[in-house]
């Protein structure tokens, strides 16, 4: 499991470098974020959902049929969206509203 980090919408906040819990998110020269070693990733998806600006996805692997996919977050106050892009298919997004998400 790994994260793909999208240098051009990565604005240099830096909460997914502090949000990540193996410090695996570090800064470049210009500030930007990039993924010092994906295959030590623990795919825990905290920097995911603490990036403002979806300059973050999620590989999804290989799901059936083998194609994979990513998946992004992004919060609309109380919503919380997950949209999962799946090559060679539509984009699929789930809606959770936050406030009643552990409510079960």
């Given at each position: 499991m790994s994260i793909l980090i999208e240098s051009e919408r990565c604005v240099g906040c830096g909460s997914c470098v502090?949000?990540?819990?193996?410090?695996l998110?570090?800064?470049?020269?210009?500030?930007?974020?990039?993924?010092?070693?994906?295959d030590e990733c623990w795919g825990c998806a905290s920097c995911l959902k603490e990036c403002r600006f979806q300059a973050?996805?999620?590989?999804?692997?290989?799901?059936i049929g083998g194609r994979g996919g990513l998946m992004k977050?992004?919060?609309?106050?109380d919503l919380?969206?997950?949209?999962?892009?799946?090559?060679?298919?539509?984009?699929?997004?789930?809606?959770v509203d936050r406030r009643s998400?552990?409510?079960y």
């Open positions: 502090e949000a990540c819990p193996g410090n998110i570090k800064r470049d020269a210009d500030g930007k974020a990039f993924l010092k070693a994906p973050i996805s999620y590989y999804l692997g290989a799901d977050y992004e919060r609309d106050g919380a969206r997950w949209i999962i892009r799946r090559a060679g298919r539509e984009t699929v997004t789930i809606t998400s552990n409510k």
